[in-house]
Nanobody, 123 residues
Framework: QVQVEESGGGLAQAGGSLRLSCAAS????????MGWFRQAPGKEREFVAT????????YYADSVKGRFTISKDNAKNTGYLQMNNLKPEDTAVYYC????????????????WGQGTQVTVSS
C-alpha cells in the first residue's frame, strides 16, 4: 500500500520549534518529490515547502522562508520539516505529500497525501 504518514505535531509557544516527520511506505521515496502543505481553519490548503527527489533542491513559501527547513532521508524513506521561530499564524494541520512531476509552489502533481498532523502555536 502506497502511503505517507505525518507525525511530530503538537503544541508550541511562539518562538519555539517543532519537527515534523513524514514516513513513506510502498513507494521508492528517492524517486519522488516531497512537499509540505498546511490548512488553517476556514482557509484553503496552502503550500509550505518542497524538496526534489535527491534532496538537493528546496523551495519555500515566503511566509516560512528562513524559519522552516525541509529535508529528506531517502535511505530511511522519511522526510522532515524543521520549524523554528514559530508564530501563532503557523497554526494549522500540516500535510505531507509526494509526487513524481509537480509544479513548484502548488498542489499540482502531488498525488499521495497523508492524513495530516495538527500544529498549534500559542502566543
Amino acid at each position: 500500500q502506497v502511503q505517507v504518514e505525518e507525525s511530530g505535531g503538537g503544541l508550541a509557544q511562539a518562538g519555539g520549534s517543532l519537527r515534523l516527520s513524514c514516513a513513506a511506505s510502498g513507494l521508492t521515496f528517492s524517486t519522488y518529490v516531497m512537499g509540505w502543505f498546511r490548512q488553517a481553519p476556514g482557509k484553503e490548503r496552502e503550500f509550505v515547502a518542497t524538496i526534489n527527489w535527491s534532496g538537493s533542491s528546496t523551495y519555500y513559501a515566503d511566509s516560512v522562508k528562513g524559519r522552516f527547513t525541509i529535508s529528506k532521508d531517502n535511505a530511511k524513506n522519511t522526510g522532515y520539516l524543521q520549524m523554528n521561530n514559530l508564530k501563532p499564524e503557523d497554526t494549522a494541520v500540516y500535510y505531507c505529500a509526494a509526487g513524481r512531476t509537480v509544479v513548484a509552489g502548488t498542489r499540482f502533481g502531488f498525488d499521495i497525501w497523508g492524513q495530516g498532523t495538527q500544529v498549534t502555536v500559542s502566543s
